[in-house]
């Protein structure tokens, strides 16, 4: 009882991880139908915020703010510099994106440089779960992860911007004539996976090695988790994750 217990939570940090991964990706390719090849790189980038702060003194927790914020400012830069530039241009969009993968990594290795930086969980011990023992910082990742899954089917079902974001999904011309800024709104979409994916960083990094390519990785698992759990489904997305 004691193995499957610790096998089947391990299993759900790992969905929680693809899944929290996944969901940015699902924003911007599955309803923006944009393929971002430096997807995984706003993965890097938010672990990497919560290294610098922590090297700098900081906690585990306010390193785990600035990631989500540093992956929306990287993924607001290159919605405007680039992507909105070649939403209807796909192929250009998969080659400047890739070529944004491979700037984004070589700046992290000038900045960093090229080994792996430790992050240390803000919790190291372990909780008694009655069948077995569990590490306790692995039970808050996915906690967190999970309302982070909530709070985006709640905003894209419950809220204006979510309708907003549908409208758009479903039928661009028509959004635009209801009075829809739909550039303002791709542009906030486009933001707000970045930020999920730099959140993703961030809770990743005390398990993962922290390297300028770790997000090479993160970004073919994000893509299959898509496209398995159905394209432009945020529904899906847990099936596409478990599987």
């Not at 693809?18 to 938010?46: D, K, P, Q």
């Not at 990631?67 to 939403?87: D, M, Q, T």
């Not at 829809?180 to 933001?191: D, E, K, P």
Request: glycine share 12%.
């Amino acid at each position: 009882m004691d193995f499957v217990i610790t096998t089947l939570l391990n299993a759900l940090t790992l969905i929680s991880i693809l899944m929290l991964v996944g969901l940015g990706l699902a924003i911007s390719f599955g309803l923006m139908n944009v393929t971002n090849l430096a997807h995984g790189e706003f993965v890097t980038v938010g672990a990497f915020a919560v290294y610098f702060v922590q090297s700098m003194g900081g906690s585990f927790w306010l390193g785990l703010v600035a990631a989500p914020i540093a992956g929306a400012v990287i993924g607001c830069i290159l919605e405007f510099a680039i992507i909105r530039h070649l939403y209807s241009r796909p192929v250009s969009t998969v080659l400047a994106t890739w070529g944004v993968s491979l700037i984004l990594q070589q700046g992290l290795e000038l900045i960093f440089g090229l080994g792996a930086k430790p992050v240390t969980p803000p919790i190291e011990g372990t909780l008694d779960l009655f069948f077995t023992v569990y590490p306790a910082y692995r039970l808050i990742l996915i906690g967190i992860a999970m309302l982070t899954l909530l709070g985006v089917i709640l905003l894209i079902s419950r809220t204006s911007f979510g309708l907003d974001i549908r409208t758009v999904i479903q039928n661009r011309e028509m959004a635009e004539g209801v009075g829809i800024n739909t550039r303002r709104t791709y542009a906030i979409a486009f933001t707000f996976g970045a930020a999920i994916a730099g959140l993703a960083g961030g809770l990743v990094a005390p398990l993962a090695i922290v390297l300028p390519q770790m997000g090479v990785n993160y970004l073919a698992n994000a893509f299959f988790v898509v496209i398995v759990g159905g394209v432009g489904s945020i529904g899906g997305l847990v099936a596409g994750s478990v599987f």
